[in-house]
């Protein structure tokens, strides 16, 4: 977190000055009652009149002053957020699939929603409140030490009482606090999976089952809350117990100093108010330390999110695919004891079309991910022009290949948005692609045409409708190297047939199709075929007819 306190130093100076400026004005205010009520006393009408003009310009400036302290504070906290959780989301993307991968999605959504509001409220702007706190702490001792050593030494032992109360269990809070991050980002997980399940729970009539694991998961999201609330209620009960009893035992002190003549009954105001405003930030003080200290092992795994790329150098290699791909040797596994590919040799020649059979689960979409960089713990090589894909940018493979994958899945943006990904194509390029895909064919009887709004994952559309925007997603990069990853199943048997054809007819398009049931009527087009069988490459160059 330190360097988005350095990042906004302006702006924190800003803050901590103004903040100074509010909380010695707010001190003064006491030196005014003093001086108001003893001139009442003593009757100076003229110097009355004078103190209360006096007071009501100080008055204002404190208003003005307060304002602006808000205002600034709120400011440095809202553009803080943004940026560490920018940090956050940016660190989570860039991940590698694997480590991405070892964490649920709800894991993240609740990092940069839950996790975030906690380090607004119990981080940030507890740590800038406390600032300002010991500020008005400090100002204040300065007055009563002025005013009354006896009664500045009462408070101050007072104080050293009330600060044992958050040291003795913000240990404690802090494994609470850890806990209730940990159970939000359960229960966000649930709530996601239920609302995603929600076809299958109606289909299944499983609806009354869904609010009973709902009411469960409920409770103990409310349960672990409130356990980490109770030591929160302990530590404030305490704190505000010790400030009434310190508040008391001020006034009996002040009133006897008054009686012995040692003080005046301004001074005895003056020491009144400044007791509260004395021990108010202390007790707040005693809030927000435990709050701060709690958020350690949060703000450590946020840090962890932010900081993911921080250290780790991607291979710099600019990968190249004017000749061929090659696989030799290539054998992987998701975990120890359990091969998913084994010795797999292969070659993709630029241009080329390839085929590659088998059943799910034999491994054809993992032989489709050690292509594309996106796994990296494989025995053997994969050549791209005969360099190491190890060696090369992960990010710049993505641009040589376009995938179209089985399962799509569309944002809930615009036809538009989810063809072009917020990149930057001609208006032209962009009909062609719709016009390929065959969007075009159903796009046109919608109202905003492109600018039809997806829905959340499509559910606008059909399967065939969706995969057709997915087909034009890959179309309009023109990548050298399509994957068809089941690509075009749920397409209509006519429709699979003609995008599969115009694409094994397209010389400057090498294609790797991904199918367990191939089509007899394009086989021969393919300049190889491969069939794939508990993760091995056999029958080189045999077609495999399924029905």
Not at 94 to 107: I, L, M, N
Not at 128 to 137: A, G, I, K, Q, R
Not at 491 to 498: F, I, K, M, S, V
Not at 501 to 515: F, G, H, M, P, V
Request: proline share 2%; with cysteine; hydrophobic share 45%.
């Amino acid at each position: 977190m330190k360097k988005y306190w350095k990042k906004n130093g302006f702006i924190l100076a800003v803050s901590m000055i103004l903040g100074i400026l509010a909380s010695v004005f707010t001190t003064g205010v006491s030196i005014l009652l003093q001086k108001v009520v003893d001139v009442a006393v003593s009757k100076q009408v003229s110097m009355f009149g004078k103190l209360l003009v006096f007071t009501v310009i100080y008055i204002l400036l404190l208003c003005v002053i307060n304002f602006l302290s808000s205002i600034t504070t709120k400011y440095l906290t809202e553009r803080m957020i943004q940026q560490y959780r920018q940090d956050i989301f940016q660190g989570i993307m860039s991940r590698r699939p694997v480590q991405y991968h070892k964490e649920h999605t709800a894991d993240y959504i609740s990092a940069l929603t839950n996790d975030m509001k906690l380090v607004e409220e119990n981080y940030i702007a507890a740590l800038l409140n406390t600032f300002e706190l010991l500020v008005m702490f400090v100002a204040t001792l300065v007055v009563l030490v002025v005013l009354s050593p006896l009664v500045a030494g009462i408070l101050t032992a007072t104080l050293l009482l009330m600060f044992l109360v958050p040291a003795a269990i913000g240990r404690y809070l802090e494994k609470r606090q850890n806990l209730v991050s940990r159970q939000m980002a359960v229960f966000t997980e649930k709530l996601k999976d239920m609302f995603s399940g929600y076809e299958i729970l109606r289909s299944y009539n499983r609806i009354e089952d869904a609010n009973s694991r709902f009411g469960k998961e409920n409770r103990t999201e409310i349960k672990v809350r409130f356990k980490a609330a109770k030591l929160f209620a302990l530590n404030e009960g305490l704190s505000d117990t010790l400030s009434v009893l310190s508040t008391i035992a001020v006034i009996f002190v002040s009133a006897y100093l008054v009686l012995t003549g040692y003080i005046t009954m301004g001074t005895l105001l003056a020491l009144v108010q400044l007791s509260g405003t004395f021990m108010t930030p202390v007790i707040l003080l005693m809030q927000n330390f435990p709050k701060i200290q709690s958020m350690r092992p949060i703000i450590e795994r946020l840090n962890g999110y932010a900081d993911s790329m921080e250290g780790e150098e991607l291979p710099q290699g600019i990968p190249s695919f004017a000749h061929s791909i090659e696989l030799k040797q290539v054998s992987f596994s998701y975990e120890e004891g359990r091969q998913v590919l084994s010795d797999i040799t292969m070659k993709v020649e630029r241009g080329k079309k390839y085929a590659v059979m088998g059943q799910s689960g034999c491994g054809k979409s993992t032989l489709i991910k050690l292509l594309t960089g996106y796994f990296e713990n494989y025995s053997g090589s994969i050549l791209y022009d005969g360099q190491e894909l190890r060696t090369l940018n992960p990010d710049k493979i993505a641009e040589l290949v376009s995938i179209i994958h089985q399962n799509v899945y569309l944002f809930n943006e615009s036809v538009r948005d989810n063809i072009l990904l917020h990149e930057e194509f001609s208006e032209q390029k962009l009909m062609e692609a719709a016009e390929q895909s065959g969007v075009s064919l159903f796009i046109d009887e919608k109202e905003r045409g492109l600018d039809e709004e997806a829905g959340e994952n499509g559910s606008s559309f059909s399967g065939g409708q969706k995969q057709r925007i997915a087909l034009a997603r890959a179309f309009i990069r023109q990548a050298p190297f399509i994957i068809l990853d089941e690509g075009t199943s749920a397409l209509d048997r006519q429709t699979a047939y003609e995008i599969e054809k115009r694409l094994l007819k397209n010389k400057d398009i090498t294609l790797i199709a991904i199918t367990h049931n191939l089509n007899p009527e394009l086989a021969e087009q393919y300049d190889r075929i491969y069939q794939m069988k508990n993760g091995r490459l056999e029958n080189y160059g045999e077609v495999v007819y399924t029905n």
